[in-house]
Nanobody, 129 residues
């Protein structure tokens, strides 16, 4: 059964760094793009970024570009989200998701094959001012 499990969320001070991990099982990991999303209290879920199934391409939302970095380790079936220079507005539940997505479409999650994706349950990141 497909399973994605996020970890690493915690309380951190503004200006600090945090690294989230996403462990994937039940999927052919190296065939799937990994997207990272977040949902702040009272707000809609937004995409933070994505890494292609090849690991060659990445996409970042403007709000995190230059501060966040997504990576993947196909040998360990994991993806990581390195977050630097965290600000209170980064406070949210962070989710990872997996989808079949062409490399060229890494920046457009809506183009995932069959409109299908798999999601973790999220990990909470709280940034204090």
């Amino acid at each position: 059964q497909e399973q994605l499990v996020e970890s690493g969320g915690r309380l951190v001070q503004a200006g600090g760094s945090l690294r989230l991990s996403c462990a994937v099982s039940g999927l052919t990991f190296n065939a799937y793009a990994i997207g990272w999303f977040r949902q702040a209290p009272g707000k809609e879920r937004e995409q933070v970024g994505c890494i292609s199934w090849t690991g060659v391409r990445t996409y970042y939302a403007d709000s995190v570009k230059g501060r966040f970095t997504i990576s993947r380790d196909n040998a360990k079936n994991t993806s990581s989200l390195q977050m630097n220079s965290l600000q209170p507005e980064d406070t949210a539940v962070y989710y990872c998701a997996a989808a079949l997505l062409d490399d060229a479409d890494t920046g457009d999650w809506s183009k995932r094959y069959y409109g299908r994706d798999y999601w973790g349950k999220g990990t909470l990141v709280t940034v204090s001012s």
